[in-house]
Every structure is written in structure tokens, then in C-alpha cells.
């Protein structure tokens, strides 16, 4: 079974992108896939500092966050806008995850991406910074990604998205996301 890691660039206990991973994780499972949703606040990291790295290597969460993600065999990404980039979390995240040399942590991964947003571009300035990272990783990001605008009202007292159009965005993303992956397992398999 095709394995997704899915993850929120928020640790904030009411973020409107840990609503979307939640979401997120339920698509797949309901595409047939397998899906483990992660919390980065289980994952706490200094800022990164190159001298600290040098002084006390990477931190043992960044080493247990990449063995997961070593573990599966796609990403969805569920990423806040901050100032027109990814948030503070999950480029520090990154970074420190970029840092362990002894097996590349994206390289080869397949990664969707998604964004929830209260303003009217649904955090799309965002996705293009988180985009140009993963890939220079070596991670396959698709081309499809799903955006929720004004999301402080497209979630239902469920936390289901409220839009029928939306949930069908998000189901394809899935889709799309398990066969990608699935594919690219199958050609890293030895014949």
C-alpha cells in the first residue's frame, strides 16, 4: 500500500492548515492509500545556526521526523502563508531536515502541496517558496496543488470543508498524489 506522510506548517492547536492535513490524511485513506498525519509541535527544533549544528550535530527530532518521512513514500504539504513565504515552522524544519547528510531526507519523494489561507489567494504566494525548496531538495512536487481562500469560513462545525467543490479538489490531489507515488516506488524497486 502506497504510503503519504501528511503535514501542517502550523503547530498552532486551532490552525486552519492542521484542519487541511487532517482533511488531507482522510483523502488518501478514502483513495485506497495509507496516510500518517504528523504534528511538527511532537517535533521540536532550535533555529537553525550552523554552529550549533557543528557543536551538537542535528537534533535528534529532526533524525526521527526523517526516518518517517524515509518511511513513506509521498509528502502532502499543508502550508500557512506568512509574509507571502512559507511560515517560520516548516522552512526551519527543512532546513534542519536538509542538514542530515547521511541519506538524503526528500530525494526521490513525491510530494502534494495545499494551503488554507483567510485571505482571498489561499496561500498560493507560499506554495511558490515551498515549491522551489522541496524541489531543490530533490523531491517531485506535482503540478496540482489545492488552495483554500477565506478558509476562517470554508470549514463546517465538523471541520469538513464545507464547499462540495472543494472536497472533490482535495479527493483528485489525493488520487493524483498515491498513483505519482505509487509509480515512482515501483521504478526504485530492483527487477
Known sequence: MTRILCLA???????????????????????????TLVDLGEYPLPIYHGDLEAEQGVPGPARELAALIRAHDGLIFASPENNASVSSLLKNTIDWLSRIRDAEVFSGKVAALTAASTGAFGGVRGLVHLRAMLNTLGCEVIASQFLVPRAQQAFDADGQLADARGREQLAVLARRLLRVAAALSDQSRPV
Open 9 to 35: 506548517g502550523s503547530a498552532r492547536r486551532d490552525s486552519l492548515n492542521r484542519k487541511l492535513a487532517r482533511l488531507a490524511a482522510e483523502a488518501i485513506r478514502e483513495a485506497g492509500g495509507e496516510a
